[in-house]
T-cell receptor
Framework: DAKTTQPNSMESNEEEPVHLPCNHSTISGTDYIHWYRQLPSQGPEYVIHGLTSNVNNRMASLAIAEDRKSSTLILHRATLRDAAVYYCILKKYSGAGSYQLTFGKGTKLSVIP | NAGVTQTPKFQVLKTGQSMTLQCAQDMNHNSMYWYRQDPGMGLRLIYYSASEGTTDKGEVPNGYNVSRLNKREFSLRLESAAPSQTSVYFC?????????????????FGPGTRLTVL
């Protein structure tokens, strides 16, 4: 199974940076690291993904450890709208001829005004 | 451009009743998925369709059937609902067929259907 380990919850003050950690020690060379988030009462939405190098987009940055066994999602300036559950996911070959995302429980991020 | 739409938004069933959850996407995506999410849990894959005309089981397929009606539509059917199927159901789609690994096949999710089975 593609296992990731994340803290159950984290808190951040508004307008401060947030670092959301994820451990994925069983990652293999072809697994992509994806991050999704789920706002209250909504479906998940894509945040960012990477393979080996650090990645930036308009929503966040993704820092990947050199050995790829861990990664960190960085929100540069948390807003109240960033309060959500953040999922770190390995996109992995399922063995049945397809690639799948396997969601864990994620990290619930609370943003304090 | 509505993205992924799901109907109904809410549904209450009695044990043993049947129903079909509908999902449609207008992004011309190849792959479509059905997930369920139980309270405090992540999403679990029920079934997926890697391309029009194909369907495959995911992690928790028992008690469900699916139909990929055309490229746009993917329905989930509960033939005989059970209380254990009380959950929030999400449909998703992605551009790439699932049988290839690409770096860009983001999944787009619908708003969900909240199902209660009494």
């Amino acid at each position: 199974d593609a296992k990731t380990t994340q803290p159950n919850s984290m808190e951040s003050n508004e307008e401060e940076p947030v670092h959301l950690p994820c451990n994925h020690s069983t990652i293999s060379g072809t697994d992509y690291i994806h991050w999704y988030r789920q706002l209250p009462s909504q479906g998940p939405e894509y945040v960012i993904h990477g393979l080996t190098s650090n990645v930036n987009n308009r929503m966040a940055s993704l820092a990947i450890a050199e050995d790829r066994k861990s990664s960190t999602l960085i929100l540069h300036r948390a807003t109240l709208r960033d309060a959500a559950v953040y999922y770190c996911i390995l996109k992995k070959y399922s063995g049945a001829g397809s690639y799948q995302l396997t969601f864990g429980k994620g990290t619930k991020l609370s943003v304090i005004p | 451009n509505a993205g992924v739409t799901q109907t109904p938004k809410f549904q209450v069933l009695k044990t043993g009743q049947s129903m079909t959850l509908q999902c449609a996407q207008d992004m011309n995506h190849n792959s479509m998925y059905w997930y369920r999410q139980d309270p405090g849990m992540g999403l679990r894959l029920i079934y997926y369709s890697a391309s029009e005309g194909t369907t495959d089981k995911g992690e928790v397929p028992n008690g469900y059937n699916v139909s990929r009606l055309n490229k746009r539509e993917f329905s989930l059917r509960l033939e005989s609902a059970a209380p254990s199927q009380t959950s929030v159901y999400f449909c998703a789609s992605s551009e790439a067929p699932m049988r290839v690994s690409t770096s860009t096949d983001t999944q787009y999710f619908g708003p969900g259907t909240r199902l209660t089975v009494l």
